[in-house]
């Protein structure tokens, strides 16, 4: 058995812990789990840091459990939330609990040994309860100057709060109840936005069935500009189903980390020895613009939310638009989704397959044939040719009155490089 504790202290993942968990945890393999709200048919790059702690508590020994919150789900969870959510039909949670139960799998061994993970979800014991029998067996056990104590509860009495959210924290107490009473489970971990809900289990496992309980909370992770890690500059979340969020677009938003956050964020994802990660920070620290955490970063964990061929291909991406080295090939072989992918964010312009066969020279394509999308002028266009200023499809223009019959890519697409970082698409149409 590894200190899990340890462990989670070095990689700053302990926010708050109900006292005695540490020698609780050092007296053998415990089952411990964490809760999945199924209120998207994905979860996203912020769920991911409580998929560590389960991650990180199984390689050190213990049995871990997923739990998608299928009832829960139903009602919505209060905390951190300023107004209350819109309820999903059955059917859209039943979807979602489906997709989400077949993410977690990737990152858990659910195979063989005494600690092996496993899957559950709350709809399975909640379906049949009835409210009189709840109110009874459970409601009678938590008073309300308790619930109302909770953060997640007092943030929103003066905005408003419902009866069905203000009783949120009865069914997720019931959570660790039902599973302290059926899988011996004796520690939940989640977010620290969570602590209010986790406590409320631990009070009602000691009330029901005089037993002790553990909780442990991690930090909620925020980038250097103060927003919520797993969200883009947007607001978005970074999903971690393909679908939603490209492997390559994953891998840039980590490579894009700053300095101060890719080394909190290297601990939390890394499972390499304690000094081996700690000398690869100080190998940062001394060159901060080689990026090397970052590259790390990106490549850890786009492989471990997807694959190592996702990965590999998501680097041939970033690298065909970002690094000088990038061949010609390389940018002909990325298949046409690949493309659009890369270009997500790009300005597009579109240009009729007839108009571009008629355009003279590369000069009038820049500018006039694509609205001064590109360039404000001819002139304009000339000069940043003739200062090696302007590539299309990776292949550097010397001649601004050049034809541009260039191959395009699948038929359809000019990439447009303008200096260092200005990336240009154009889409031609039929």
Known sequence: MKDFIASLYWRGMVHDMVPGTAAHLNEGMVSGYVGFDPSAPSLHLGNLI??????????????????????TGMIGDPSGRSQERLFLTEDVLRYNEASIAKQLEKFLDFSTGPNKAILLNNFDWFKDFSFLGFLRDIGKHIPVGY??????????????????????????????????????????????????????????????????????????????????????????????DPAQTSPYALYQFLLNSGDHEVEKLIKIFSFAKQEEVEALILTHQAKPEARLLQQKLAKMVTTMVHSEEACRQAIICSTILFSHTASIDALYALSEADILCVCTTIPKVHITRIALGAIDSIVSLLSVATENLIMASKSEARRVITSGGIKVNKVLITDPYQKPNFILLHNRYLLVQKGKKNYYLIVVVE
């Open 50 to 71: 409580p998929i560590m702690l389960l991650k990180h508590f199984q390689e050190a020994g213990h049995k871990p459990i997923a739990l998608v919150g299928g009832a």
């Open 147 to 240: 619930m109302m104590a909770k953060d997640s509860v007092k943030k929103r009495i003066e905005t408003g709060i419902s009866y069905t959210e203000f009783a949120y924290q009865l069914l997720q107490g019931y959570d660790f109840y039902h599973l302290h009473l059926h899988k011996n489970v004796t520690l939940q971990m989640g977010g620290s936005d969570q602590w209010g809900n986790l406590t409320t289990g631990v009070e009602l496992i000691r009330k029901k069935s005089q037993s002790h309980a553990f909780a442990i909370t991690a930090p909620l992770l925020t980038r250097s500009d103060g927003t919520k890690f797993g969200k883009t500059d947007a607001g978005t979340n970074i999903w971690l």
